[in-house]
């Protein structure tokens, strides 16, 4: 028998926001007590670069082709405690989860489409205070582009319906 996975349905959680972010299949909201991802910034349009070559005195130049550059995102999270120890517990515990190369990244509102990435720096937040907000900055992808999950087929395989799943770049942003 075959077991229903729903890929389109959304985060309904109270914990998490539109824009919270799972790492690796976990969301960081469910592994931290006190963290919540405010925004995301770097998932919209994607700029490319244009390779052109001039030839001679012609006018203009010759499109050769184009490609997309790294691109960054910034998540701006909070990240409250009731105590000290707490707080430093709970950062510690995010510096371990954000401390891998080549993350599998999905955000709330985009399920059934991921990034690849490593995250490569932070701002530095205020001191004295068990509740602070800051960002998790640059997390620079190896896929430029967003994947998604596609359904390839359905076969009938010894009397029962199977879906397969196709994997592929996801060009347009939607």
């Known amino acids: 028998m075959y077991e229903f996975t729903d890929t389109t349905e959304q985060a309904t959680d109270t914990n998490l926001g539109a824009e919270s972010l799972k790492i690796n299949g976990k969301y960081i909201e469910d592994l931290i007590p006190g963290y919540l991802t405010l925004y995301t910034s770097g998932r919209e349009l994607l700029e490319c670069e244009i390779a052109t070559q ?3 005195n012609k006018d203009g130049a ?3 082709g184009k490609r997309y550059p790294a691109r960054t995102i910034t998540v701006g999270y909070q990240l409250c405690t009731s105590s000290e120890k707490e707080f430093r517990e709970a ?3 995010l510096n371990r989860v954000l401390n891998v190369e080549q993350a599998q990244l999905i955000f709330a509102d985009e399920l059934d489409k991921y990034f690849v990435g490593t995250k490569v720096g ?3 937040v205020s001191t004295g205070t068990n509740c602070v907000t800051g960002e998790i900055a640059q997390i620079r992808l190896s896929i430029r582009l967003k994947k998604k999950f596609l359904r390839l087929s359905r076969i009938r395989q010894l009397g029962h319906w199977k ?3 196709l994997m ?3 060009f347009r942003q939607q």
Do not use: H, L, S
Request: neutral net charge; charged residues 20%.
């Open 54 to 56: 001039v030839i001679g």
């Open 62 to 64: 010759d499109y050769r």
């Open 91 to 93: 950062y510690n515990k």
């Open 122 to 124: 932070n701002t530095a």
């Open 163 to 165: 879906q397969q799943w």
């Open 168 to 170: 592929m770049e996801f």
